[in-house]
């Protein structure tokens, strides 16, 4: 289905961020960095798109989803946990999906786990049977328990979920965890991992097929560039004719030793490094014969 059968023609995308939270400035940052900038409206709600016809609506984390289910917006940047939740929920109530994970950003990593009181002596997945489990995510844990093979009792609560087993409403909980630091405050420890979450930039399902088609393909290929370019390194250095083979011996993980004009004595060299470029490879490199080295972070890349 596209999206014109459903909704009239826009000549704008639309994209949905938390308007504060962990997930707010990373995303407003990771945004910056694919070429966009915005005028803020006076409620701050709503950021106006000035380089590029691409706006940002400033919204709550768990109002995302169903903002692109909807046609509000047409991409957002939510927590795979929110995304998979309410998509799990609406296959229970016999909805169609509505929106997919297009991209995962590398930021606001954490993972949703069954924490057990700290006393208790772990014997496995079997053992929660018959227990009630206090959670934010009750259609993930019910999915999970349903997969597992597990009757247990799904306590859905809205927050604080950590103290549920000492106010006796739960025996145990499935919560986000990201340090671990309010679980051991809570006399309780992770056990068994649900699904490991981060920032994605979700889109619908089905395919736009006016002018925001290409902005979004734009905006795809400029984040595969950022995440391409995160970790690359571009090293530059002279070295002698015959070092030249033991040299790129010594950086197995980066691109062929591109040769540059050189001064007659020495080659001129550089490559793209994929991996760390410590200190102690650069010293190891410097004594292989290499001289002059540079290296260069690299913010762009189309290749």
């Known amino acids: 289905m596209s999206a014109s059968s459903s909704a009239p023609a826009r000549d704008r995308l639309r994209i949905a961020i938390q308007k504060s939270g962990r997930l707010a400035d990373p995303a407003r940052s990771l945004l910056a960095a694919c070429g966009l900038s915005w005028r803020q409206s006076r409620d701050k709600l709503f950021c106006f798109g000035e380089s590029l016809p691409v706006d940002l609506l400033l919204v709550r984390d768990d109002d995302i989803p169903g903002l692109i289910a909807d046609g509000v917006c047409d ?40 924490a057990v009181p700290e006393d208790w002596d772990w014997q496995g997945v079997a053992q929660l049977s018959g227990k009630r489990i206090a959670t934010s995510y009750p259609a993930i844990l019910a999915a999970w328990l349903r997969d597992k093979g597990v009757d247990a009792q799904v306590v859905e609560l809205s927050g604080s979920v950590e103290i549920a087993p000492k106010l006796g409403t739960a025996d145990l909980i499935c919560d986000l965890v990201s340090s671990g630091a309010t679980l051991a405050a809570n006399q309780l420890r992770p056990v068994e991992t649900l699904l490991d979450s981060e920032a994605v930039l979700a889109g619908p399902v089905h395919e736009l097929d006016d002018a925001r088609a290409g902005l979004m393909a734009m905006l795809l290929r400029r984040l595969d560039g950022l995440s391409r370019v995160q970790d690359r390194k571009l090293l530059m250095f002279s070295a002698a004719e015959e070092r030249v083979d033991a040299l790129a011996r010594l950086l197995p993980d980066a691109e062929p030793l591109l040769r540059l004009p050189g001064n007659g004595t020495s080659v001129r060299l550089q490559t793209m490094c994929n991996g760390a470029l410590s200190w102690q490879r650069l010293e190891e490199l410097e004594r292989a014969g290499a001289q002059g080295l540079m290296v260069l972070a690299v913010e762009k890349s189309l290749a």
């Open 75 to 114: 991409l957002g940047v939510v927590g795979l946990n929110e995304l998979d939740e309410q998509a799990k929920a609406r296959r229970q109530q016999g909805l169609p999906d509505a929106y997919q994970p297009l991209r995962g950003l590398g930021f606001g990593q954490c993972r949703l786990m069954i």
